[in-house]
């Protein structure tokens, strides 16, 4: 493992605009200066979290997988988030990871936010992606999924960089900011939370709150609650070096999910 560089953009979103959307992004991306390796982007970046998915999917290799292969291919960094997806008549709150070689692979959102009635419009995925960048294993999945430990559960450490891109609300954020720390501690490894700020066409408040939080479950970066991007670089010998120290893994209960 090398070190890793991410880097956060913490944004507003145009409501189910997908054109502006993807061209604001794209002057966000175009503002990171440093190399970077990995870029996250909000879940649902083209839209907002909107449940209107038959007027807003899009099949693979449209309008937001062509924009994700090009800005992959010329930031030489992947590109991570998820938009509305359709495929065989079902729609998916699908996470792309787009690589600059133009290979992709994705996750679909396993737990839908049933209080928006997210499942009555999206189908659920049913398995993990876990995908290497650097030496690095990395575990992406989103939004809702962070209250549901044993789907994120890291077992033989499985992954050493946990991300969750989101539409977390501020009513909320009291448990954004103690479930990304204590999905760090349990499962010995690097998270990363990135979400969107603003007010949505639905006159819902986000408060960002994006962070990176290491192994000891403290933040290493905290983006509070205003637009901005962020660039931070993991640290794989402080990782290597605590899981050494402390080979709780060792211990885990096994289990298999049903």
Known sequence: MEDLKISLI?????????QANLSNLEEKIWEITEDTDLILLPEMFNTG??????????????????????MAAQTKAVICGSFIAVEDGKYYN?????????NYSYYDKRHLFRMAKEELTFSAGSTKNVVELKGWKICP????DLRFPVWSRNLNNQYDLLLYVANWPAARESAWNA????????NLCYVAGLNRCGEDGKNIPYQGDSQVVDFYGKKILDMENEED???ITLSAERLEKYRKKFPAHLDADNFNLM
């Open 229 to 231: 991007i962020a660039t």
């Open 94 to 102: 699908r996470l792309i990871w787009m690589q600059p070689d133009g």
């Open 179 to 186: 479930l990304l720390p204590a999905r760090a501690v349990e």
């Open 141 to 144: 999945l989103i939004c809702y």
């Open 49 to 70: 979290f909107s449940m209107n998915a038959k007027a807003l999917a899009e099949p693979m290799n449209l309008t937001t997988t062509k924009w994700m292969k090009q």
């Open 10 to 18: 913490q944004t507003e979103l145009y409501w189910e605009n997908i």
